[in-house]
């Protein structure tokens, strides 16, 4: 007699969120933090053991342990058990990176740090899930691209590419509603928390689990692209320098243009050229970190290859940053920050005293290791001067060996006085990292890269320029959702000015 075959059914495990994600969510349905929101000060009335926690040595860190300390920024949802489901599924999904990319960042990191490499951070102010698509991803990669391999002429150094991109979803507001039609409503707070659309300013948590789906794609869509030649430095890249108003400054940007594609053709000749290097580049991902419940939820503990120590590693992205709003000592994202082991940023706006800085790196950087976090500084360009020298010195007596970067943008937003546009003028962009590099040389510092709110498209949101953008010119196209960003050309305009500061050859005023 046949035997019938027994099939057996199971369903698929069910999902649990941890402990941690549970309280997460909760914390999310009552804080009320917000109406504190604004500029780093000291967070007031602590929990007794967060006084000592934060003036002692700290207890041990888990990815939870943030929940305890006050936060700034603070989302909160009106439903605890949609965050909570959110949270549990993002708990169930893979990490976005590797920690072998993540410790292959850290290595190149270290090398800036001692001056032996550039480091290049750039990309949309507000990333949106609509940006999600090859169009936009490609010229995104094309002038990162394009502005490295400018850097690298100019500074003869290995430059980092950095993308503010898969994962840029949440922004810090200094205001929690704004004014629409005589309307108050809430703020845009980045598509991982609210949309843009007036009509969905209310925060969900399914936009936490979107937020993981339109990072996948994207950091998918760029690694499917590097894999297969995007970076392939034989091709001829195209380089339209037409929009270049002044003869000079055409003229110059053609000589780098040239030597470049000289310089790959004559590798090409004496077949310098097959190395794996030429055909594809390092990218990495970065975003700031400023959700706490979604960077929680992809904090693992995992292997470093090389060594087969488990760390805890935020596979969000390679590397995470805090923003000038949130970084208060005694607050939850520095308790976050300092146990992961990715390279992290800081950023430093002007109201960070020296002393400040220096607590800041001892809690985040306690083994005091080469690299391992990136001071990214945006005081404007009126403001570099007085500010930038004492922080260098505090830090170098401190000895934190940091990668010192120049983020010209965050401090030279203004309004414009004809179209009352949200703008930033290309000389104070480009006055600020001059600077940045001349004090840092008169300090006997290296500034050691920059970070850039920049589009590989033709926007008009920022005014200057080789192109000469003027006041009047933004309404033609004004994209962006939150900050002004340079323009595919005025980005490059800036990639050259750096490296022609590098060869000291200072004469092209854009
Ligand atoms: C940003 O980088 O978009 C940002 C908000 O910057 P900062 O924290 O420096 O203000
Ligand atoms: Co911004």
Redesign the pocket.
């Known amino acids: 007699m046949e035997k019938t075959p027994k099939v057996i059914v199971s369903n698929p495990s069910k999902l649990e969120p941890s402990d941690g994600a549970k309280r997460a969510a909760k914390l999310r349905s009552t804080s009320n933090d917000m109406v504190a929101a604004g500029r780093p000060q000291n967070l007031g009335q602590l929990l007794p053991q967060v006084e000592e926690a934060v003036h002692q040595k700290r207890p041990e860190w888990t990815p939870t342990t943030w929940q305890d300390y006050p936060i700034k920024q603070d989302v909160v949802y009106d439903d605890e058990t949609k965050v909570e489901a959110a949270l549990e599924k993002l708990e169930s999904l893979p990490p976005l990176v590797h920690p072998a990319e993540i410790e292959r960042l850290k290595q190149k990191l270290s090398d800036a740090a001692e001056g032996k490499a550039f480091l290049l951070q750039g990309g949309d102010?507000a990333e949106l899930f609509d940006y999600c698509n090859e169009d936009r991803i490609d010229s995104q990669l094309k002038v990162l691209l394009q502005m490295s391999l400018v850097l690298i002429w100019g500074s003869k150094l290995p430059v980092i590419r950095m993308g503010r991109m898969a994962g840029q979803y949440a922004?810090?507001r200094s205001k929690l509603t704004e004014m629409i039609d005589g309307n108050e409503i809430p703020s845009f707070r980045g598509d991982n928390i609210n949309g843009f659309d007036i009509k969905s300013r209310t925060p969900d948590p399914a936009r936490l689990v979107s937020s993981y789906f339109h990072a996948a794609a994207t950091i998918n869509h760029v690694r499917s692209q590097l894999a297969n030649g995007f970076a392939d430095l034989r091709r001829p890249l195209d380089w339209d320098l037409s929009h270049v108003q002044k003869d000079h400054v055409r003229e110059r940007y053609q000589e780098v243009v040239d030597r470049i594609t000289e310089g790959l053709a004559f590798m090409k000749t004496i077949g310098a050229d097959k190395s794996a290097d030429i055909t594809s580049v390092d990218f990495f991902t970065a975003h700031?970190a400023l959700l706490l419940e979604y960077e929680q939820t992809l904090t693992r503990n995992l292997r470093d290859p090389a060594t087969n120590i488990k760390k805890w590693y935020n596979t969000s992205a390679h590397f995470v940053w805090i923003?000038?709003?949130t970084r208060q000592i005694d607050g939850a994202h520095v308790e976050f920050f300092r146990g992961l082991a990715n390279p992290i940023g800081i950023?430093v706006?002007p109201s960070m005293e020296a002393k400040e800085l220096v607590e800041l790196l001892d809690i985040v950087d306690p083994n005091y290791e080469t690299g391992r976090v990136t001071l990214?500084t945006?005081y404007g360009g009126a403001k570099i001067r007085d500010l930038l020298p004492q922080h260098i010195k505090a830090v170098r007596a401190s000895g934190h060996k940091v990668v010192w970067v120049s983020?010209p943008c965050?401090g030279n937003t203004k309004v414009s006085p004809v179209t009352k546009f949200k703008t930033r003028y290309f000389d104070d962009i480009a006055t600020e990292i001059r600077l940045a590099l001349e004090i840092h040389k008169e300090c006997g510092s290296v500034l050691n890269g920059m970070h850039l709110?920049l589009t590989g498209d033709a926007v008009t949101e920022c005014i200057g320029g080789s192109q000469a953008l003027e006041d009047k010119d933004l309404v033609i196209r004004y994209d962006t959702v939150?900050?002004p960003r340079l323009s595919v050309s005025q980005s490059l305009d800036i990639a050259f000015l750096v490296s022609d500061w590098f060869q000291g050859n200072k004469q092209t005023e854009v």
Do not use: L
């Open positions: 102010c922004k810090p700031e923003g000038d709003r950023k706006g990214i945006r983020d965050h709110e939150c900050d």
